[in-house]
């Protein structure tokens, strides 16, 4: 997913001056205490920080006001605008160049927590944007051309699992506009992509964390209307949702509990846990008991089944012994070789033939994420190339590409509620090149899993917008596990 603030029809005239619409830099909803810095440069000059302000649903914030807004959402398909006051305004039609300088504080994503009562270290997403852009009266109306795909091959009495996906497939085309949460749905039903439909709670309720009557409205009508059966609810742990402190343990489990009244209420029979810390879980299992709901862990790149952080969850597990204490399995850990569409940015990025290849070798050796990450960063280093041209992929390169055996998920099989089919590209010959699934199906079909594959295509982590129809690929990764279903089923 493109990491900006701003798009090509962001630059709006404004009687104060100016505004910028603004787009969230990331795949889900945050917090306007998520802001830590904005910074605003037209034609060579800063604008003063006192001279702008931060406008979100017809309210205005100062810069310094927005640390303390940990209650207000910034839903991600909304446009603040960056209000800019000029002595005279912007007219209509001229070309400004707009540099924005943003840092936001992912409050989910906790580095360390705090001491002695203060704020947690969380990881930070910074945006460095430079655009050329027209002045608009208007948003830029929103296109998207769909692709055709044949209806699939009806599900079988012979087929072991049932698929699904989840709607993060879509967070790139979501977040742009390219859809609503309507015409999302029409157009899985459409590719015959299901029936289980899953859904990051924090991307798509526009009252995150609650689930409000008109959601849950627009919710049950198209579960009705296409079929559909919703699968996992995922929900985060937003602990550094205030600037000044971390949660307390009473807020993690209030927080928490909205979020399960909320699966409850959609009719979610699973939730994808963020914390399985044991003094949370046993005050949510009584909740989890109450609701009929499963709480998986997801287990995702770089970690597997037997790495040191899953070993201590399961640990917790087996303190706990409750049959409703799973995991979520994300195929991102069981991956052969870098994706495709992850090379393809290294090397608009400006890496060259030599450099991929190096990348490539570091990240099949055996050393740890991190220790990976510091060799590929030394090497470029060594070869006078600034890492920072790289952006997030130097570290994404190595947190979301796993490399352990497809088998070890047999390790855990029984405590596997759901799994995330996650994939990158889709080969002209129908399969993933990055991901051994004729061998995963054998395996979880050894297994005796029985569940819901849910595909996971996340490709716009390193994709450009419009690169690819991201559900088109779903569809064609669902005919690729029918494939090897059924190719193994043929052979029993």
């Not at 409050?107 to 969380?122: L, N």
């Not at 009473?250 to 409850?264: M, Q, V």
């Not at 109450?290 to 952080?309: F, T």
């Amino acid at each position: 997913m493109p990491n900006g603030l701003i798009g090509e029809s962001s630059l709006r005239v404004h009687p104060d001056g100016l505004a910028v619409a603004l787009t969230i830099p990331w795949y889900r909803s945050l917090w306007l205490s998520s802001v830590t810095s904005l910074k605003l440069t037209v034609d060579g000059t800063e604008i003063p920080a006192e001279d702008l302000s931060f406008e979100l649903h017809g309210v205005r914030y100062s810069l310094d006001e927005l640390p303390q807004q940990d209650q207000v959402l910034w839903f991600l398909q909304d446009h603040p605008l960056l209000i800019a006051a000029l002595p005279e305004p912007i007219e209509l039609g001229n070309v400004h160049t707009v540099r924005i300088l943003g840092e936001l504080r992912l409050p989910y994503m906790q580095i360390a927590p705090g001491a002695d009562g203060g704020p947690g270290m969380y990881v930070p997403n910074f945006v460095n944007q430079q655009l050329e852009l027209k002045a608009t009266d208007r948003p830029q109306q929103a296109q998207i051309e769909i692709e055709p795909v044949e209806p699939p091959a009806p599900k079988t009495q012979e087929d072991p699992f049932d698929l699904g996906l989840t709607l993060y497939s879509a967070s790139a085309e979501y977040r742009a506009g390219w859809y609503n949460f309507d015409s999302l749905l029409e157009r899985v039903a459409q590719l015959g992509i299901g029936p289980g439909i899953e859904m990051v709670a924090s991307q798509m309720l526009p009252d995150y964390p609650r689930v409000t009557p008109e959601f849950t409205k627009v919710w049950k009508g198209a579960m009705d209307k296409y079929g559909f059966t919703a699968s996992s609810f995922g929900a985060n742990l937003d602990m550094g949702r205030r600037r000044d402190r971390d949660m307390t343990p009473d807020e993690e489990f209030e927080f928490s509990r909205t979020l399960f009244d909320g699966a409850k209420t959609l009719g979610f029979p699973l939730v994808r846990i963020q914390s399985a810390k044991p003094e949370l879980l046993r005050r949510l299992l009584p909740v989890a008991e109450e609701h009929g709901l499963k709480l998986a862990y997801e287990i995702h790149a770089p970690m597997g089944p037997n790495s040191p952080e899953i070993m201590r969850v399961r640990d917790v597990y087996e303190e706990l012994d409750s049959p409703l204490l799973g995991f979520v399995a994300d195929f991102s850990s069981t991956m052969h070789s870098m994706s495709p569409t992850l090379l393809r940015a290294v090397r608009r990025a400006g890496l060259d033939d030599e450099a991929v290849r190096r990348l490539q070798e570091i990240w099949a050796t055996d050393a740890s994420m991190r220790e990976r990450q510091e060799q590929f960063i030394a090497y470029l280093r060594g070869r006078d190339f600034d890492p920072a041209r790289l952006g997030s992929f130097a570290h994404l390169a190595f947190n979301m590409h796993g490399h352990i055996e497809p088998a070890q998920w047999a390790d855990i099989m029984p405590q596997i509620f759901h799994v995330h089919a996650k994939f990158y590209d889709i080969d002209e010959q129908g399969d993933e090149p990055a991901i051994d699934y004729p061998e995963l199906v054998r395996v979880f079909v050894d297994g005796g899993y029985r569940g819901y594959w849910s595909s996971e295509w996340e490709g716009h982590a390193f994709a450009e917008l419009g690169e690819v129809d991201p559900l088109a690929l779903v569809r064609k990764q669902h005919d690729l596990i029918r494939r090897s279903m059924r190719s193994l089923t043929a052979a029993v």
